[in-house]
């Protein structure tokens, strides 16, 4: 028969036990990011372009009728560079190399970054062959950013290429 | 190794003494703390248990999973919603006493030797909780699971495995699909699955193993959550909307705790913290270690195979086989990697009596470091050495309280490997060989460093359980006392009334007839 000594005791390790769990499975409150703050979120997967040669008569006359492909493409990607600006300064910079063993995935970015609420002039050039000179993609847009929004700068070439959403 | 040992001796200490205090109301039965393992498994049956009604009731879609949860919450808060919050707080409560478990084994450096295994299979156990407890999160499909979703993948994307980041399925509302959650729920299963079979290996080498705590204990802890359950009920967060970061959110420090960790330190140094803890728990037991105390060792002609051994042991090394001289008969094997050095086994064989005639007494199953030999000839010794009126023999353990603080003129003291390994007989022969009364003292119940001694001890000299201690022994002269390292003011309290207690009643008490085996041949 437990003393009542004990089970005091035991009703009150009971309750801190349940205090202690009922506290921490929901306090203290987590804030990601402050009120006035919204979040820019760079991602995107692109495959990079490829240098191609269109092969000459005689050379396709050379291979079986079943691998005469007019272009020989290799099968390596191109990196491809990005920049993102925010209000004319410089946010973000990067070479995205291609995946895979041979180089031959896609390549990929994923940066966070959080902007003060309110209007910005947003600007990200995308080459996606460094072959090449410049940028062939760029997308640049006054954006007004709501408190925690967040705006997604993405690329799909379906889509005209990098696009804000 | 120094700071690591006077870390680990600090934080046993430091775990004893809580343990200490909770044996006051609790008990040693009923004490939370000395059976963590048993507490996580009883919160694991209630999260499994909890989680098929949830199961049942869950609309997968996108439109409905966090409308049908949330029903829960609201329209049927009497039963769903209380079943709700027990699979959240018992979820809470696993890993609470999961990672309180795992402070405990390694302050009682229960990590190394004979425990390698059931060490070394509890690791993955922790990566399957708390991948089986954020994916549950994420099924509510609000701004927590948003939250969750969004920073365990940005955390999987930092390691070079995914050709194109996971994070991109959580970019924007039309994202994802009635699909995800399907896929969620299948994982969410397939997990505590997994969880559970690496419970089974995780146990698979100890015998006697407390599925669940007490029937006091369950009632308790069941009771206390369903008070919480009533009185902060768990409910949803604002449905998900990946167009949004979520505002403030009320997250659940116990599982994803790790989320804030990320955004104040980074990836890079998270999964530095969660691989290196990890190959340091697996790498702890491979380091340096004390010398491994001497195994038990079968003598095959005093072992008539009859089990009790076999069925004492706390890890399961004693198995029986045929023996190999007896055709018919069987005898027990110790298998050295499993055995514990504990002796438990000597104690419990029918052949470990002092009163047999041999000059060098010979047992079944004995300790090379504490032979039954050694400890009649201890005894014989400490017995010929009392002198005064009362004369008592301290049977003690080297894992409780000290023991040696109470040797004097008349106290003689004995302390053994684990007070297991005491064959009741030896109560009887200390009584009829000179003593007036005799202690008997080990771990506090639950405590024991071996597991089961204690209990073994108290039931075979409360006659419960074979070998026993002899009906003819009264009662009267032999005192049971569970003292820890901290109990030894108490211990010897305890002395002190017993003695008195003998003094005074003396011509009350029966005494047993003496017995020297060097005069007789029979007890």
């Not at chain 1, 437990?2 to 202690?20: D, H, M, N, R, S």
């Not at chain 2, 299963?189 to 995780?202: E, N, Q, S, T, Y």
Request: include cysteine; proline fraction near 6%.
């Amino acid at each position: 028969m437990l003393k009542p000594a004990a089970i005091v005791g035991q009703v009150i390790l009971y309750g801190a036990f349940a205090t202690f769990i009922g506290y921490f499975a929901t306090s203290p409150k987590y804030h990601q990011i402050p009120d006035d703050v919204a979040l820019i979120k760079l991602s995107i997967a692109h495959l990079g372009d490829r240098e191609c040669r269109k092969r000459s008569a005689e050379e396709l006359d050379k291979l079986p009728r079943n691998m005469r492909a007019p272009l020989e493409c290799p099968r390596e990607r191109s990196d491809i560079k990005l920049e993102v600006d925010i209000d004319g300064q410089p946010a973000f910079r990067t070479v995205m190399h291609p995946t895979g063993l041979y180089k031959d995935g896609v390549s990929v970015v994923y940066k966070r970054f959080e902007a003060k609420a309110g209007t910005h002039q947003l600007s990200v050039r995308m080459n996606d062959n460094l072959v090449k000179p410049g940028f062939n993609f760029v997308k640049e847009a006054e954006v007004t950013l709501k408190p925690a929004q967040v705006l997604v700068i993405d690329f799909n070439p379906d889509k005209g290429g990098l696009f804000f959403q | 190794m120094n700071l690591h040992h006077t870390l680990r001796s600090n934080a046993q200490t430091l775990f004893q003494r809580i343990e200490e205090i909770f044996d006051v109301p609790f008990g040693g039965d009923n004490n939370p703390l000395r059976h963590l393992g048993a507490m996580a498994l009883y919160f694991l049956w209630i999260v499994v248990g909890t989680g098929l009604y949830l199961y049942t009731v869950l609309d997968t879609s996108i439109e409905g999973v966090h409308s049908s949860i949330g029903y829960l919450s609201v329209e049927q808060w009497y039963l769903g919603g209380i079943l709700r919050s027990l699979h959240r707080y018992s979820t809470d409560g696993f890993m609470l006493v999961m990672m309180l478990h795992l402070v405990r084994e390694w302050a009682n450096r229960h990590y190394a030797g004979f425990r390698l295994y059931s060490w070394m299979t509890g690791v993955p156990l922790i990566w399957l909780a708390y991948g089986a407890g954020i994916g549950g999160y994420w099924i509510v499909w609000d701004q927590l699971a948003q939250f969750s979703a969004t920073a365990t993948t940005e955390l999987l994307d930092w390691l070079p495995f995914f050709s194109t980041p996971t994070a991109r399925n959580f970019l924007a509302p039309d994202s994802i699909n009635d699909r995800f959650f399907t896929v969620l729920i299948f994982i969410h299963i397939g997990v505590p699955l997994l969880l559970i079979l690496a419970v089974w290996a995780h146990l698979n080498r100890i015998t006697k193993v407390d599925y669940l705590p007490s029937r006091r204990l369950m009632l308790g802890t069941i009771g206390a959550l369903l008070l919480l359950a009533l009185v902060k009920p768990a409910v949803s967060n604002a449905p998900a909307n990946l167009a949004l970061v979520p505002p403030e959110l009320r997250i659940d420090w116990f599982v994803l705790f790790i989320h804030p960790l990320t955004d104040f330190t980074s990836p890079g140094f998270i999964w530095l913290l969660l691989l290196a803890g990890t190959l340091l728990l697996f790498v702890l037991p491979l380091l340096p270690q004390p010398k491994a105390a001497p195994v038990a060792v079968v003598n095959a002609a005093n072992c008539n195979g009859c089990s009790r051994c076999h069925v004492d042991c706390p890890y399961a090394a004693i198995t029986i086989a045929p023996h190999p001289d007896r055709p018919g008969h069987n005898i027990a094997v110790v298998d050295a990697k499993l055995c514990a050095s504990c002796g438990i086994c000597a104690g419990s064989c029918p052949s470990s009596t002092p009163f047999r005639s041999q000059e060098n007494l010979l047992t079944g199953i004995d300790m090379p470091q504490l032979t039954v030999d050694m400890l009649r000839r201890q005894l014989e010794s400490a017995l010929s050495r009392l002198s005064g009126t009362t004369r008592i023999i301290v049977f003690g353990c080297d894992c409780g309280a000290d023991v040696k603080k109470l040797s004097a003129p008349d106290t003689a003291v004995i302390s053994l490997i684990c007070s297991g390994l005491l064959p009741p007989s030896f109560v009887e022969y200390a009584l009829r060989g000179g003593a007036d009364g005799v202690v008997v003292t080990g771990c506090r119940p639950g405590g024991c460093h071996f597991r089961l001694g204690e209990r073994w001890t108290a039931e075979r000299l409360t006659r419960q359980r074979a070998p026993q201690l002899r009906a003819r022994v009264p009662d009267e002269r032999l005192l049971l006392v569970s003292a820890s390292t901290h109990d030894d003011l108490s211990l010897a309290q305890a002395l002190l009334e017993f003695r008195a207690r003998i003094a005074t009643q003396a011509s009350s008490i029966d005494r047993l007839p003496p017995y020297s085996r060097r005069t007789s041949h029979h007890a």
